[in-house]
């Protein structure tokens, strides 16, 4: 059985930090490029970042020099470091193996 498990959203002040970690089933991680996406109340899934299997990274530009996307191969885990937050990362937050195989997601607010 294949699978996704995010951790680490929650309830962070503006200004503050969080990180993000998905464990990902072998089979679905090695040599496979893998993506954070978030969706917000009323609003389409977004890309927020996405690293490919040799470690090239990708940003959307709303995150770009807040967010740091990373992988740790040997514990088929993509993170996700969030420095800076605003009040507009607030949403779900999914990770993405090929963007075939998606996890639960896990809730990042920003509020004060």
């Known amino acids: 059985q294949v699978q996704l498990v995010e951790s680490g959203g929650g309830l962070v002040q503006p200004g503050g930090s969080l990180r993000l970690s998905c464990l990902a089933s072998r089979s679905i991680f090695s040599g496979y490029p893998m993506a954070w996406y978030r969706q917000a109340p009323g609003k389409e899934r977004e890309l927020v970042a996405d690293i490919s299997s040799s470690g090239r990274t990708n940003y959307a530009g709303s995150v770009k020099g807040r967010f740091t996307i990373s992988r740790d191969n040997a514990k088929n885990t993509v993170y996700l470091q969030m420095n800076s937050l605003k009040a507009e990362d607030t949403a779900v937050y999914f990770c993405?193996?090929?963007?075939?195989?998606w996890g639960q997601g896990t809730q990042v607010t920003v509020s004060s």
């Open positions: 993405t193996s090929g963007r075939a195989y």
